[in-house]
């Protein structure tokens, strides 16, 4: 890996792998609109020799083109990541997700890169039957806008790789945790009780069963199964999750207990968050771990280092990132 | 069902449909650009009153708007159905299955219309481990762009469904045979012999091994199961193929004693006759099955009923139908 291009390379999960990939010596172009990307999160690695920021949309042809100039390898995370909201904007996830991915995949061709990676999500399982879930479960009936965008996604890049000789590494990631975390029920718990620390408002019934990840773990997994298919033309797909889960109602009192604070919970009622949450995300993680790979931290260290973080970048929840792209 | 909107409704299949759906009473809206489909097929339905024919493209507003008026339910089969030549033309399957799939979707829910009848295909298995491919196969990898487009569509279809209340009855095809074929190697090799009979050059080694199914078999299906899902809010996923399949040499044995030709067969060789082509496609219809249908001709039927319709309307191979929408 010489020259990457990492599109939402200002956000969470992107500049954390900026700054990991150059300081392993690659140049990389970062591509971001910083509409929940922000600026302050590539301070360090614009330091450093050989990282430029290309602040631009990936459905800006000129932006895009610009920022893969002399690329190998694409990191394609910009993407609409609001997975609740998607049923009020529907063309949002069509639009951020499966048509930008599209373009990034033409443009690649157009500048003769084969190499890409791509966070999709395990939200493309729908409601699974088989739990933990496996990367070959049964054919899933998608259940969200941002669950069929992000499948829709992983089928293009299957099919470049089927009929273009690409690379394509696809990650199917649980929510993920850790310095810079700007968007989820942690960071909205987080902001309501920093407001009135006497009640907070639960989506469903708490009960919700999800699995997390800390991001140096998932960066860790991504940057060597890169690596390892580098020169293998094809779609490599992996889902990155712990082999445990914390309901809703946990990390609440994680969260609680870091705040010192006791707020009456008031729950919305009913089994799911929202239409499309998925009450139980819990991926099959065999695959990766066969590669080597172990995550280091469970999930109760990723979420108070997470709000370790927050405690000291107030900038980071104080004023709410903008959760859409326009 | 009262009045139903066909997109593609001049097309092999979709005109079929309108003759079936008008002459049950039903209502009909054709919706179709006439790249691929024919006035010609229109002619019987359009002598039916409540038949109206909207010139026009499903990626056009207007057109749609004013096709979706008063509709309770929506057949969408108006496709880029070029599976073949997608990797010369990339942005074909995103643009005219998949983003206008996406259009569809939203005229309804703007015009409150909340079934649609969706044609996919057996190609979303992509090269499937399991044959015959039931409906929960293992979640496939795409290897062609048609594929992962259609699959698009489904996923986009199911989140509607979850979503907003919608119907959806996705149909999963294998190649379709019948009166007004207008598109498939049979077409492509009796157009050939026509031209020379001494020679025919065939894609692959021949021994592709595909199922088909007859087009009226296949309408019995889709307008049975149609109505029996009317008023189940969901995605509803069928197989729709026979139990049988047929190698490409077969059906070039078929075709040969048809015209009572001995043409000089030259292969192209490799299993594939493309990139993307799935060497062998054989569906799992036990799902369809077990709703009552069952198929009434055979492949070797369906086939020579199809050759029959090529003599008899030379219009519809002497000169070839535009193959693609622009």
């Known amino acids: 890996m010489v020259r990457a291009c990492v599109t939402g390379g200002a956000g969470f ?28 999160f590539l301070d360090a690695a614009l330091a450093r020799p050989g990282v430029r920021f290309v602040e631009g949309d990936v459905l800006d042809p000129a932006a895009l083109d610009d920022a893969l100039q002399g690329c190998d390898w694409v990191f394609h995370l910009q993407a609409n990541a609001d997975v609740r909201d998607g049923l009020k904007h529907p063309r949002w996830d069509l639009e951020q997700n499966t048509i930008a991915t599209a373009g990034v995949l033409e443009g690649m061709r157009a500048h003769g890169i084969s190499r890409i990676a791509f966070t999709s999500t395990g939200s493309i399982y729908g409601e699974p039957e088989v739990i933990p879930t496996p990367e070959d479960a049964p054919f899933p009936v998608q259940t969200s806008l ?24 696809i990650f199917r990631l649980v929510s993920i945790l ?91 009622g009913g089994a799911r968050g929202w239409v499309g949450d998925s009450p139980h995300i819990h991926l099959d993680t065999a695959r990766v771990r066969a590669s080597g790979w172990h995550p280091r931290l469970t999930i109760a260290q990723a979420a108070v280092r997470t709000l370790r973080w927050l405690d000291a970048n107030e900038y980071a929840w104080r004023e709410p990132a903008v959760a859409t792209w326009r």
């Open 13 to 40: 999960i992107g500049s954390g792998l900026v700054d990991r990939l150059s300081a392993a010596g690659v140049q990389v172009a970062v591509l971001d609109n910083l509409r929940t990307g922000r600026r302050e």
């Open 146 to 169: 941002y669950g069929a965008s992000k499948a829709a996604c992983e089928g293009l890049i299957a099919a470049y790789a089927a009929g273009y000789g690409f690379t394509g590494v």
């Open 178 to 268: 850790g310095e810079r975390y700007t968007h989820g029920h942690l960071i909205d718990f987080y902001r309501a009780l920093k407001r009135d620390p006497t009640r907070l408002r639960v989506l469903g019934d708490g009960r919700q069963r999800k699995s997390y990840l800390y991001v140096q773990d998932c960066l860790d997994a991504m940057l060597a199964l890169c690596e390892r298919h580098r020169d293998e033309a094809g779609a490599h797909i992996y889902n990155l999750g712990r082999d445990e889960t914390l309901t809703v109602a946990e990390s609440v009192a994680i969260l609680c207990e870091h705040l010192a604070v006791a707020p009456q919970v008031e729950h919305t």
